[in-house]
């Protein structure tokens, strides 16, 4: 018992120094010294409002805003391509991101992730031409993927030489869970409660409360009464 309490006190008096700068850095470092790896972590983020940001985690975003006791990652990478011009990153409280995802931003877009959502390892944001938008106690799974943009295909152009073309951004609302290695495509909406199965293609709108799966992505049934497969 006093072991642990020890160990609690240890951390709680590093946590109040938490933060993004060399300084937070170092002291996150020192508050995880007695605690297990991995998710075990995420006792920490709960210590202090400022959150934790995982010593091995890269942020290089000029706008970012983070919520109260985030979670960042061993290996999180968030990193803006353009420099900070017009590209933003917000982060709701309570936000765990875990172990190898990515977040990348380009010329024209934008990512924000609501409050109480939980993004499991290795997953992909590429922010480039759209936004992506995830509400509010969103699930999701490992390995899944966002991509608000594709690639042109002229045959007259190499394809690393090809514009990036965009038919919107991407809105998950809130309470959607998706399964593992889920991939969502530019200009489509995920309603609120939606459950999209694993290794599923998102190429356009689920509607709210549908349970969908398949490459591409259709309705199969509804969490609702009031809602109908397709």
Same mark, same amino acid.
């Given at each position: 018992m006093k072991r642990a309490w020890l160990k609690k006190g240890w951390a709680k008096f590093?946590?109040?120094y938490s933060g993004q700068s060399h300084t937070g850095r170092l002291s996150t470092r020192l508050a995880g010294w007695f605690y297990p790896p991995y998710k075990g972590q995420y006792a920490l983020a709960r210590m202090s409002a400022s959150g934790?940001? %995982?010593? %091995? @985690?890269?942020?290089?975003?000029r706008k970012l805003t983070l919520g109260k006791h985030v979670f960042l990652?061993?290996?999180v990478t968030i990193f803006d391509r353009t420099g900070?011009?017009?590209a933003s990153v917000i982060i709701g409280d309570? #936000?765990?991101?875990n172990k190898g995802t990515?977040?990348?931003l380009g010329k024209g877009g %934008?990512? %924000?992730?609501g409050d109480r959502t939980t993004i499991q390892p290795n997953c992909q944001f590429s922010a480039y031409t759209g936004t992506i938008k995830i509400g @509010?106690? #969103?699930?999701?799974a490992p390995s899944c993927a966002f991509y608000p943009y594709g690639h042109g295909m002229a045959p007259d152009k190499l394809m690393n030489e090809q514009p990036l073309l965009s038919k919107g951004g991407i809105i998950v609302e809130d309470d959607v869970w998706l399964g593992y290695g889920v991939i969502v495509l530019d200009g489509v909406r995920i309603g609120k409660g939606a459950v999209i199965g694993a290794g599923s293609v998102v190429n356009k709108d689920v509607p709210s409360g549908a349970v969908a799966v398949g490459v591409p992505v259709r309705v199969v049934k509804s969490r609702y009464k009031n809602t109908t497969a397709g």
């Open positions: 590093w946590m109040r934790y940001i %995982s010593p %091995s @985690a890269s942020v290089y975003a990652g061993d290996g900070g011009a017009g309570e #936000v765990y991101i990515i977040i990348e %934008s990512l %924000s992730i @509010a106690d #969103v699930q999701i």
